[in-house]
């Protein structure tokens, strides 16, 4: 079963807007991941948050994490029509020693122009 | 440099056919992963490989899957007697080394249509 969910499903702006994603999670985890899919193919990493971490930035994409609601949402600032693509949250789960990523199903994100 | 590369790009079979995905990692990356996302869905991990054994399996849905990687470099994810509901995009990644702490670089995928 997908540990994170993102909200909103869908999202669409217009160019230059912000674009705020959620994600949540159910379990305890060490490091929190964004991806990036454009046309359903190839995910793009964006940016890797760990769980002592509670803000990072990476142009203008800007993480949070907060383990206390266990959830993270990822800003993209004056949004322009390349950012059109579906964004996925994605949590490490540990078990007996073996590690996978588990990722929600996704914000699709529409910018227009 | 050459990212991580998956052959065939599309995959149509009919069902009950054998079907082989090949991906070929970037180059030194010891772990690889292989992914399967259905249309809509985030990826669903399938199965890790750290070198050239499986390091965690607990994601491929039954024993019709199986994935080799015997050089610790290219694998192949394998599907016997493909059914209607293994259509989905068959992504494969890399990293550097094993651990979630390292970015996983992804392939375009191979999308497998079992009619």
């Known amino acids: 079963s997908q540990q994170g969910e993102e909200d909103p499903q869908a999202l669409s702006i217009q160019e230059g807007e912000n674009a705020t994603m959620n994600c949540s999670y159910k379990?305890?985890?060490?490091?929190l991941q964004w991806y990036r899919q454009n046309s359903g193919r190839g995910l793009v990493h964006l940016i890797l948050i760990r769980s002592n971490e509670r803000e990072k930035h990476s142009g203008r994409l800007r993480v949070t994490l907060d383990t206390s609601k266990k959830s993270s949402s990822l800003l993209i600032t004056a949004s322009r029509a390349a950012d059109t693509a579906s964004y996925f949250c994605a949590t490490d789960a540990r078990r007996q020693g073996a590690q996978k990523l588990v990722f929600g199903q996704g914000t699709r994100l529409t910018i227009n122009p | 440099g050459a990212g991580v590369s998956q052959t065939p790009s599309n995959k149509v079979t009919e069902k009950g056919k054998y079907v082989e995905l090949r991906c070929d990692p970037i180059s030194g990356h010891t772990a690889l992963y292989w992914y399967r996302q259905s249309l809509g869905q985030g990826p669903e991990f399938l199965i890790y490989f750290q070198g050239t054994g499986a390091a965690d399996d607990s994601g491929l849905p039954n024993d019709r899957f199986f994935a080799v990687r015997p050089e610790g470099s290219v694998s192949t994810l394998k599907i016997q007697r493909t059914e209607r509901g293994d259509s989905a995009v068959y992504l494969c990644?890399?990293?550097?080394?094993?651990?979630?702490?390292?970015?996983?670089?992804f392939g375009p995928g191979t999308r497998l249509t079992v009619t």
């Open positions: 379990t305890s985890i060490n490091n």
């Open positions: 990644a890399s990293s550097l080394f094993g651990g979630l702490s390292y970015e996983q670089y």
